[in-house]
């Protein structure tokens, strides 16, 4: 069969206009009008329909090119009359969406056949609605108000697929007045009626830790145990080992002593270090301990996981730390650093706050939050003296572990803390 390249027509002059969307891709088949590229000049945004039927062969430009009249946009090899009608042209001029203040305006511009769809860009009120004409087309189509779906096109710019995305998230939330487990969907609000708002997309991260935070939150039954730890001792060892480690590259923070309080703690309750088998009847108790640690990123929550934490040395675990917190912050990490964990510790004690109930990271069944630790006055031998207490937060699956045992690691974990012998044996 034979090819043919589809040219860019006559935009009313303009020329090196920006490409900012290709509409189609190779392997697609193509109507007569089928829109293939969106392009934005100073003045205005236009979808560029096609003049010919068949299947895209190779395509000849990419976003953020410059094409003028005349530029080969694609190849196509004709499908006759095989080729897949002509979508209906929007007749009159597109109307416009009915969101304040509007960014854009669509106009039929009359250019030769084929024409071209054009949208008239507002001059500073670029920061609202961005859509080509297709897109408005689409969400027209399916009544969807523009200003409600996330953007994520160059300069906020709704492309295609945001629509694609938006109807799917909204067909998952069906039926309307449930959201699973029979409980009932947030109302959908249009909070641009009361003032100025932005929308953007959530990040990778955080859609996969949000589905999975939910699942969690919604699956087991959390009880939050919270005891405080007398660290000052802890904290003398390793003001005077922390200037000499941090010589050799060592950063000696007081996680890598909670790490090996929880190594010690974990073997004393090894209902601790388990997870539920998969009908909920048995309990997979591990030999070996594998600690996750949540660290924050730019993008989100990301918990790698330390292994066999039981068999390194302080300095090991502080080296290993802080090369997974920068793996982390580095986007590096693999799917296979954040597999094999036993129990999680989180730890917002670089940060502040007093307590918090962290969420067990199924299929954990337990997780460890740790808090700022400060000074206050501890009542010991009949008068009140200055202790170095670290606020901890022991969440547990409950279906796993009773309220008696929680408050035994808990306090078992405070005495590992407060005696720094005790993580020497
Ligand atoms: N109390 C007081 N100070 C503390 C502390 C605590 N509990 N924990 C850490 N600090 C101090 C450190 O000693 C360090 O101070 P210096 O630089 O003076 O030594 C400073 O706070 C910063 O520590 P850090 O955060 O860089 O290192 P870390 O080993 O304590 O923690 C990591 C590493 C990766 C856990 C941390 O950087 C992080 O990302 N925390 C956030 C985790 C999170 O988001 N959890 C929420 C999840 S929701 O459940």
Redesign the pocket.
């Known amino acids: 069969m034979a090819t043919k390249n589809i040219t860019v027509p006559d935009i009313g002059g303009a020329a090196d206009v920006d490409v900012i969307e290709v509409l189609v891709k190779v392997g697609d088949t193509i109507a007569v009008d089928t829109p293939l590229l969106t392009l934005e000049s100073d003045k205005a945004t236009m979808d560029v329909p096609s003049s010919d039927a068949g299947v895209v062969k190779e395509l000849k430009v990419k976003a953020g090119d410059k094409v003028s009249v005349g530029s080969v946009i694609l190849t196509v090899e004709a499908a006759g009359n095989a080729a897949a009608p002509a979508p209906a042209k929007a007749e009159k001029p597109v109307a416009a969406e009915k969101v304040t203040p509007l960014a854009e305006k669509t106009v039929t511009v009359a250019a030769p056949k084929p024409t071209v769809e054009e949208t008239k860009v507002v001059e500073g009120e670029l920061d609202d609605v961005h859509a080509g004409p297709s897109v408005r087309r689409i969400a027209r189509e399916f009544g969807i108000t523009l200003s409600q779906v996330p953007a994520t096109g160059p300069k906020n710019r709704i492309l295609k697929e945001d629509i694609q995305e938006f109807v799917k998230s909204r067909i998952s939330q069906t039926p309307a007045t449930t959201g699973g487990m029979g409980l009932p969907v947030a109302p959908q609000i249009d909070f641009s009626q009361f003032g100025k708002i932005e929308t953007t997309p959530l990040s990778r991260i955080k859609k996969l830790t949000g589905k999975n935070l939910h699942r969690n939150w919604l699956l087991v039954p959390h009880v939050t145990q919270f005891a405080d730890a007398d660290i000052t001792e802890l904290e003398e060892f390793r003001g005077t080992q922390?200037a000499a480690l941090e010589k050799q590259g060592v950063?000696l923070?007081?996680?890598?002593f909670i790490l090996k309080a929880v190594v010690a703690s974990l073997k004393a309750f090894p209902q601790f270090n388990s997870s539920l088998d998969a009908s909920g009847e048995s309990l997979i108790l591990k030999k070996y301990i594998n600690i996750g640690?949540?660290?924050?990123t730019p993008d989100g929550?990301v918990v790698p996981v330390i292994r066999d934490v039981d068999k390194k040395g302080m300095q090991d675990l502080a080296k290993e730390?802080s090369h997974i917190?920068e793996k982390a912050r580095n986007r590096q990490l693999t799917a296979a650093d954040m597999q094999g964990g036993c129990f999680s510790i989180?730890?917002?004690?670089?940060?502040g706050g007093t307590a918090?109930t962290?969420?067990v990271n199924v299929p954990e069944v337990a997780i460890l939050?740790?808090?700022?630790?400060s000074y206050k006055p501890v009542y010991q031998d009949g008068g009140f003296v200055p202790r170095l207490m670290?606020p901890l937060s022991l969440s547990y699956d409950h279906r796993v572990i009773d309220g008696a045992d929680g408050a035994r690691f808990i306090m078992h974990l405070t005495a590992m803390l407060s005696d720094i012998r005790n993580l020497l044996l």
């Open positions: 922390k950063k923070t007081p996680l890598v640690i949540a660290v924050d929550l730390l917190s989180s730890s917002l004690g670089g940060i918090f962290p969420i939050g740790v808090s700022k630790s670290l």
